[in-house]
C-alpha cells in the first residue's frame, strides 16, 4: 500500500473515532482551539507588555501602575484560559481514546465468543490476544495527539492571518515555514509508515511465538526444546527490535528537523523584523510578538506528526481488528425452543463435513453420516484415530455445522435451536478439559442460575469426583489453579464431566473424555450418568469410546472409517460383523492391557482412596447430602435398561461409599458388568 493510501485509510480510521465518539471529540476540540488561539494571544499580550511595560521601563526607569496590572491581569488571564484549554483537550482526548479501546476490546472479544470453532482453529491464540490488546492499542493511538493536532491546524491558519494583519514581510517568513513544517511531517510519516507497520506486526509475532512456548512448556521442556524455542523467540524479539530501532532511527534524525524549522522561523523574523523596523513598517512589540508567536509554535506542531506518524499503526491495527470484527461464520442460532423433559433423542441425518480454510478450500471428513441416540440410550462412537469421531461430537454441540444434511435434537435441526435451547439440553465434554482458574465451586457452576453447592455436589458425585473434591483443602472453595495445574490429569476430566452434569443436560456428548481416568472409574462415571438419582435426570450419551469397557456399556456402537458409517449395533453385532472394528477393539484391549500391566504398582494409595469411592468413606463436607438418600438410589428400577450389570456395579459403588464397602467389591461388580456386556 502506498503511504499516501495510508493516509488516506489513517483519516478514515479517524473519521470512525470521531463518529463513535462525538462528545469527547467535540470536548477535547473544543479545549485544544482554545489552547492554540490563547497560544497566540499570548505572543501578541507578551509583545505588548514588552512594547507597553518593558521597553518604557527601560526608557524612563518607571512604568505606571495600571500598566503593570493590566499585562499582569492579561498573561494572567491567558494563562488560566489556555490551562482550561488544556484540561479539556486532555480530558477529552483521553475519554475519547480509552473509551474507544474500551468499546473495541469489547467488540472484539465478543466477536470472538460468535466466531465458529473451525475460525478459532485457523487463527494462532497469541495472535487472538494481539488482536484484542495491542492492536486496539495501536489503532487508537494516534486519539491521543488528534485533537491537538487539530487546534494546532486551527492556531496555525489564525497565526498566518495574525502574522499578515501585523505585517506582510514577516508573514514571508511565516507562509514559507508553516509549508515547510507540513511537509517535513508528512515525509516524517512517509518514512515511519511501513516501519511501524512492520514493528506491529512483529509485535503480534513475538506474542504469538512466546504464547506458544509457554502453553506448550511441557512439551518443550520433556522434548529438550528449550534452545532451540529460546532462540525461536530470540529471533523474533530481534527482529523486533531492529524494526523497533528503525523506528527510532527515523524519528532520531526528524525530531531535530522538527524542532529547528521554527527556531528558524524567529531567526528569519528578526532579521526581517529589524529590517521593517529600520523601515519604520513595525513597532519592536510586533517584532517581538512574531518571533515569539514562532517560539511557541514549535510544540503544538509537532502534534500534527505525531499523528501523521502514528496512523500507519494506526491503519495495520485496525485493520486487524477488522478481520476479526468482519470474520464471517457467525453461528446464527433460531427461534424454537425444545419443550421436551428427559433424555432428548439425537440424530444425524446424512451429514457431510469439511474444515474449510478463509477461502473455503477443504477436504470432506466426515460423508453421509447417520445414526440416532434414542432418548436415555447410550450410543459409543468408535473408528481409528482421524475417523471422524470428535467432528461428530463438535457437531453434536453445534461448535460447527454441517456441509449437508441435518442435526437434530428432539426432532429439531440444531440451526432452529435458539443458544439457550442447545446449551441448556447437551453438554460436550470435549477431549482435552478445559479449567478456568478459579474454585471448584466456580468451575462447576459457571454462574449459572438454579446450580447451588448440592447441585455441584450430585454433580461430583455422578462424574466419581466428590471424593477428591471431599479430600481438598478448602472442598468446593479450593483454587485449582491456571488451567487445573493443581489437579492430576483425571481429576481435571472428571471436574469437567461434573460441571457438565451440573447443568442437567439431556444429551450428554463425551469426547474422550475420561481418557486419563482409571478404566473402573470410567466404567463407574458412564454407568452412573445412565441413571436417575432422584434429582438428577438421566441423559441419552453420545460417547467417543477407546476401552472395550465404555464400549461395552453402549447401547449401541456406531462404527467409523474415515468419516463413514461403516457398521452400527451392538458390540457383541460388530465384532462379528465388521472385521475393523474387531481389529481395532482388539488393539484398544491390547493397550489397555498393556497399560494395567505397566502401571500396576504405581497407583498412589491416596489417589485411589480419593479416585475410588469403595476405598474409603468419603464424607463430603456439610454441604453434601449425606446418608442413603443422598445417593444414587439403587435397584432395578433406576437400571439403564440395557446394561444391568453396570447399574449394578455403579449401585453397588454408591452404597458402598456410605457403607465403606472396600475395592474388591466395586472390581467384582465391574467384572461381571464386562462379563455380561
Ligand atoms: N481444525 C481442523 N482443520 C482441518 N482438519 C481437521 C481439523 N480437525 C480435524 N481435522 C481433520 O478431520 C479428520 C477427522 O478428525 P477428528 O478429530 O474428527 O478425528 P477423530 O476420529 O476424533 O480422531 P482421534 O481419534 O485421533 O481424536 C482428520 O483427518 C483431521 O485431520
Do not use: C
Amino acid at each position: 500500500m502506498t503511504s499516501g493510501k495510508v493516509l488516506a485509510k489513517g483519516f478514515r480510521v479517524l473519521g470512525y473515532a470521531v463518529r463513535d465518539e462525538p462528545h469527547t471529540f467535540a470536548v477535547s476540540v473544543v479545549g485544544s482551539v482554545l489552547f492554540s488561539l490563547l497560544t497566540i494571544a499570548t505572543a501578541f499580550v507578551s509583545g505588548r507588555v514588552v512594547g507597553k511595560i518593558v521597553l518604557p521601563a527601560i526608557d524612563h526607569g518607571h512604568v505606571a501602575v495600571g500598566s503593570l496590572l493590566l499585562g499582569g491581569l492579561a498573561i494572567l488571564a491567558v494563562s488560566l484560559g489556555k490551562i482550561v484549554g488544556i484540561l479539556g483537550r486532555r480530558l477529552g482526548a483521553g475519554a475519547m481514546q480509552f473509551n474507544l479501546q474500551a468499546k473495541y476490546r469489547r467488540a472484539v472479544t465478543r466477536r470472538y465468543l460468535r466466531l465458529p470453532l473451525a475460525w478459532h482453529q485457523r487463527h494462532a491464540t497469541g495472535t487472538l490476544l494481539s488482536n484484542a490488546n495491542a492492536d486496539v492499542e495501536a489503532a487508537w493511538y494516534p486519539i491521543a495527539p488528534f485533537p491537538f493536532a487539530v487546534g494546532t491546524v486551527v492556531m496555525l491558519v489564525a497565526a498566518v492571518a495574525s502574522l499578515f494583519v501585523t505585517d506582510w514581510a514577516m508573514a514571508l517568513v511565516g507562509v514559507a515555514i508553516f509549508p515547510a513544517l507540513l511537509g517535513v511531517n508528512v515525509a516524517y510519516s512517509r518514512r515511519m509508515s511501513p516501519r511501524i507497520a512492520k514493528a506491529q506486526q512483529l509485535r503480534a509475532e513475538v506474542s504469538a511465538v512466546a504464547h506458544e512456548s509457554f502453553d506448550g512448556a511441557l512439551v518443550v521442556k520433556t522434548m529438550g526444546r528449550e534452545a532451540s524455542e529460546t532462540e525461536r523467540f530470540a529471533d523474533k524479539a530481534v527482529q523486533l527490535r531492529d524494526a523497533t530501532i528503525r523506528v527510532g532511527r527515523v524519528r532520531a534524525l526528524f525530531d531535530p528537523v522538527l524542532d529547528a524549522l521554527p527556531s528558524l522561523g524567529t531567526l528569519a523574523v528578526l532579521i526581517v523584523g529589524g529590517w521593517r523596523y529600520q523601515q519604520g513598517a513595525v513597532r519592536v512589540d510586533e517584532v517581538v510578538s512574531v518571533a515569539f508567536l514562532f517560539t511557541v509554535l514549535a510544540f503544538p506542531v509537532r502534534a500534527i506528526g505525531w499523528v501523521l506518524a502514528e496512523l500507519p499503526r494506526s491503519v495495520v491495527g485496525w485493520e486487524r481488528i477488522r478481520h476479526v470484527l468482519d470474520a464471517e461464520g457467525d453461528t446464527v442460532y433460531g427461534e424454537t425452543a425444545l419443550t421436551g423433559t428427559g433424555p432428548a433423542a439425537l440424530s444425524f441425518r446424512d451429514v457431510d463435513f469439511a474444515y474449510t480454510d478463509e477461502e473455503g478450500n477443504g477436504q470432506r471428513v466426515l460423508a453421509g453420516v447417520t445414526f440416532d441416540v434414542p432418548p436415555g440410550r447410550t450410543v459409543a462412537l468408535v473408528g481409528p484415530t482421524g475417523s471422524g469421531k470428535s467432528t461428530i461430537a463438535a457437531l453434536a454441540a453445534r461448535l460447527v455445522d454441517p456441509g449437508s444434511g441435518a442435526i437434530e435434537v428432539d426432532g429439531v435441526d440444531l440451526r432452529e435451536l435458539t443458544q439457550d435451547a442447545l446449551s441448556d439440553a447437551a453438554a460436550l465434554v470435549a477431549q482435552v478439559p478445559f479449567v478456568f482458574d478459579d474454585t471448584v465451586r466456580g468451575n462447576i457452576t459457571l454462574d449459572r442460575a438454579g446450580v447451588d453447592d448440592d447441585a455441584a455436589w450430585r454433580a461430583l458425585r455422578l462424574a466419581q469426583a466428590d471424593g477428591f473434591v471431599g479430600h481438598l483443602a478448602d472442598g468446593l472453595d479450593t483454587t485449582v489453579g491456571e488451567r487445573g495445574t493443581s489437579l492430576s490429569g483425571g481429576q481435571r476430566q472428571r471436574l469437567t464431566i461434573a460441571r457438565a452434569l451440573a447443568g442437567a443436560p439431556r444429551l450428554l456428548v463425551l469426547d474422550d473424555a475420561t481418557s486419563a481416568v482409571d478404566p473402573r472409574v470410567e466404567a463407574a462415571i458412564l454407568a452412573s450418568l445412565r441413571r436417575a438419582d432422584g434429582a438428577t435426570q438421566p441423559a441419552s450419551i453420545l460417547v467417543v469410546a477407546y476401552r472395550r469397557a465404555t464400549i461395552a456399556l453402549a447401547d449401541e456402537v456406531v462404527y467409523l472409517e474415515r468419516g463413514r458409517v461403516v457398521a452400527r449395533g451392538t458390540h457383541t453385532e460388530l465384532l462379528e460383523t465388521a472385521p475393523g472394528y474387531a481389529d481395532l477393539v482388539t488393539a484398544y484391549e491390547k493397550a489397555e492391557e498393556e497399560r494395567e500391566r505397566e502401571h500396576a504398582f504405581d497407583v498412589d494409595p491416596l489417589d485411589l482412596a480419593a479416585d475410588l469411592p469403595t476405598t474409603a468413606p468419603t464424607t463430603p463436607p456439610a454441604a453434601v447430602p449425606a446418608g442413603p438418600s443422598a445417593a444414587v438410589p439403587a435397584g432395578p428400577s433406576a437400571a439403564g435398561p440395557a446394561v444391568p450389570g453396570a447399574v449394578g456395579a455403579h449401585a453397588g459403588s454408591s452404597s458402598a461409599r456410605s457403607a465403606g464397602a472396600d475395592d474388591d467389591d466395586l472390581d467384582d461388580r465391574l467384572d461381571e458388568q464386562s462379563v455380561s456386556a
